[in-house]
């Protein structure tokens, strides 16, 4: 390094205090919770060398125990010291009898948060700690005691797992039965009152609304509940990269700041006394709809700005953003896996930082506009240009740097969502302040409430028309990925490029590392992987099993499910590219209805059937319909067995369950497929050649699993 760019670093380090102890814990905390060999280790050491002899000077030996410090907190929080109830139990995986209150934010009708404090043993009741999921139907409410027996079970691996990990969570806890104890009692019911705010709030909000799903919507975008999000319009924020609007963020908490101080600044109190006042407020808001990485960032950012403030000092942004975040992996070092923690603060960073570069592109820009004679027209227009511009740099700044994680994480390119964002980032922020005026007319007027129900339901169907353009096959490319050590070098090299001593030659290389990391991501494009899709209709008795082939041009349906799973499936596999199925399997006839609208809706090549459908009158219309019908015939065991070119499939239904296995040497698999009258219970995939990976794709308003064989 020269020694222009030693001194600018050094610089940086004076004026913003909390970025060298950001970065020394932060790589410790990333060696202990990631896992890294001693390779890594000797990476991270080396890198954190530099770091503290930058930071510290003379003195870095000092600085140098941050990096230690951070090791030894993100090692300590890997193990999870606290759940102590895996060692009272015994074993990872077991039936559990245990007793603990409910903790979180629990949303009606879905998961929430259990803190274990006791475990049934052989020698009775034992005092333990620990957090888990639990998931049960029952409503209830935060400080609730409950007496649990249920299986405590690994969450599907995948998003879900790390997800949780994150959280502190190692197990979901499948509820078999529950027992209240006592109700919460003292602070925790007041506080549970206060939490089950958001239902009472919820029919305000939504008061004038003639669409139900539009209601949802808006319900998540203002209050966080993410239940009521519909998954089609989910899928369609993703692809469109404009699913932020919809996270508890910076653009919540500013808007809620700013009607907050505008109702507050009636009263006889200055600027500083209303953003005091209204601090408070937007701390409430934040804990009634769920803290979490991007909400928790975003208060402490305007508490520290708010400090600088009431202190008369000038604000940093830069270091107000570097002190959060290392209150938040000191707080919780398994943020710094959290996708919301990640997509936060690499926005919020280049924005940030980017920020003298936008300066400068825009005086570059409107120096001609400055210097003309300044007239009361020409004025307007040089500031309408200068908003016009900061939008558009702003939003491509942000889409430039979050463009690696987001390659990694949903692997697509969302070539639109610079122009979607320019529109729905301020139709978003009219939306959410429109909450607070909303619940005051709800309590006020219900004539005005429906009426601004009804101006806000337009709002959000403009935002989901705005996401439809932007996730048009055109503008959004799927199935394009990097790993995530690409992702890592390519935001380094976006940090390059806000070094002010930086030559041009220097940027044009970092700008050229940043397009060739893109262009292998596009190059290394591969076609989709086969995987097991499993599609239930909301309406539906029986779930349908399809498994695709590579590429996704045929599908083979293993269970056909009933009609409206299968109607839903088709459907389904018709947008996304399927053009034919190749084979339908039916045994028993005790799924006809699901072969029939299969046999409506895509066009099947042959039918594998037993001996009573081959029997029965359709089996002569498909081969007169010129669909081939082959034979699947019954084993000793109860179950069937199907020989066809080199597989043997084998498929035995037992106890609600249904077990598949495909022979073939060395591409041997076995699927198995569970379902109750509950609906979903298992689907798992073991292979030789094949790692399965189950996760939860977002694809239609019913149930859609899809397992990928990687």
């Not at 610089?11 to 890594?40: A, Y």
């Not at 000797?42 to 060398?49: I, N, Q, T």
């Not at 060395?666 to 198995?672: D, F, Q």
């Amino acid at each position: 390094m020269t020694y222009q760019v030693i001194e600018s670093i050094r610089r940086e380090f004076k004026i913003c205090p909390s970025l060298g102890p950001l970065l020394l814990i932060g790589l410790g905390i990333m060696g202990g919770v990631c896992g890294f060999g001693w390779r890594g280790w000797l990476g991270l050491a080396h890198v954190s060398f530099w770091i503290s002899w930058l930071y510290g000077g003379r003195r870095w030996w000092l600085a140098w125990m941050l990096f230690l410090f951070g090791a030894w907190w993100g090692m300590r929080a890997a193990g999870i010291p606290s759940d102590s109830y895996i060692r009272v139990m015994g074993r990872d995986e077991c039936r559990v009898h245990c007793r603990g209150m409910v903790t979180g934010c629990p949303l009606p009708g879905g998961p929430f948060d259990f803190a274990v404090v006791a475990v049934k043993t052989e020698d009775g009741w034992r005092q333990c700690s620990g957090l888990v999921r639990l998931r049960t139907k029952e409503p209830f409410s935060y400080g609730d005691n409950l007496e649990v027996t249920g299986g405590m079970v690994y969450p599907e691996a995948g998003f879900q797992r790390r997800h949780l990990r994150t959280l502190g969570i190692r197990h979901e806890l499948e509820c078999e039965k529950v027992d209240m104890i006592s109700h919460a009692s003292g602070w925790r019911k007041v506080w549970g009152g206060f939490l089950n705010l958001r239902e009472k709030m919820a029919s305000g909000l939504t008061e004038g609304f003639r669409s139900s799903r539009l209601g949802g919507m808006y319900l998540a975008m203002s209050m966080g509940r993410r239940d009521m999000f519909p998954q089609a319009e989910r899928e369609l924020f993703v692809k469109s990269a404009t699913i932020h609007v919809f996270a508890i963020s910076g653009l919540h908490v500013n808007c809620l700041m700013l009607a907050t101080c505008l109702m507050l600044q009636l009263t006889w109190l200055g600027s500083r006394g209303t953003r005091l006042l209204a601090l408070p407020v937007i701390i409430l808001y934040v804990l009634m709809t769920g803290p979490g990485p991007s909400s928790m960032r975003a208060v402490l950012m305007l508490c520290g700005s708010t400090l600088a403030l009431c202190m008369f000092r000038r604000g940093s942004d830069r270091h107000v953003f570097c002190l959060a975040a290392l209150l938040l992996l000191l707080l919780n070092p398994f943020y710094l896996l959290h996708i919301g923690f990640q997509f936060s603060f690499l926005i919020v960073g280049v924005l940030v930082y980017g920020r003298p570069m936008q300066t400068g592109m825009e005086r570059i820009v409107t120096e001609r506009w400055r210097w003309r004679r300044r007239t009361e027209g020409r004025l307007t227009m040089y500031r309408g240009m200068k908003h016009i511009f900061g939008a558009v740099a702003s939003c491509s700044l942000a889409w430039m740097g979050c463009l690696s994680l987001t390659l990694h994480v949903n692997r697509l390119m969302p070539l639109g969502a610079l122009a979607v964002n320019l529109v729905v980032q301020p139709l978003a922020a009219i939306l959410v302040e429109g909450a607070v005026p909303k619940m005051i007319l709800s309590c006020i007027c219900k004539k005005a409430s429906c009426l601004m129900g009804r101006l806000l339901e337009l709002g959000m169907n403009c935002a989901v028309k705005l996401a439809e353009w932007g996730a048009q096959d055109g503008l959004c490319r799927e199935g394009i990925g990097i790993p995530f050590g690409r992702a890592c070098v390519y935001v380094i090299l976006f940090a390059v490029l806000f070094m002010r001593h930086g030559g041009k030659i220097l940027k044009v290389g970092m700008l050229s590392g940043m397009a060739l990391i893109i262009a292998t991501g596009l190059w290394e494009r591969h076609e989709k992987a086969p995987g097991l899709m499993l599609f239930r209709a909301s309406t539906g008795s029986r779930a349908c099993l399809v498994m695709v082939n590579r590429g996704w041009e045929n599908a083979c349906v293993l269970v056909p499910g009933c009609g409206a799973s299968a109607k839903v499936a088709a459907q389904w596999l018709k947008e996304n590219g399927v053009t034919a199925v190749d084979g339908l399997f039916v045994t028993g006839g005790v799924m006809r209805r699901g072969a029939q609208e299969w046999l409506r809706r895509m066009p099947v090549r042959s039918v594998v059937a037993d001996d009573e459908w081959r029997r029965s009158w359709e089996s002569s219309r498909l081969a007169a319909s010129g669909i081939h019908v082959e034979h699947w015939q019954m084993n000793t065991d109860g179950g069937y067995t199907y020989c066809h070119a080199g597989h043997i499939w084998r498929m035995s239904d037992k106890h609600g369950g249904i077990r598949l296995r495909v022979d073939g040497g060395n591409r041997g698999a076995s699927i198995y497929y569970d379902e109750n009258e509950n609906g979903l219970g298992l689907l798992s995939f073991i292979g030789i050649d094949y790692s399965g990976n189950g996760v939860l794709k977002p694809g239609m308003p019913d149930r859609n699993i899809h397992i990928c064989f990687n």
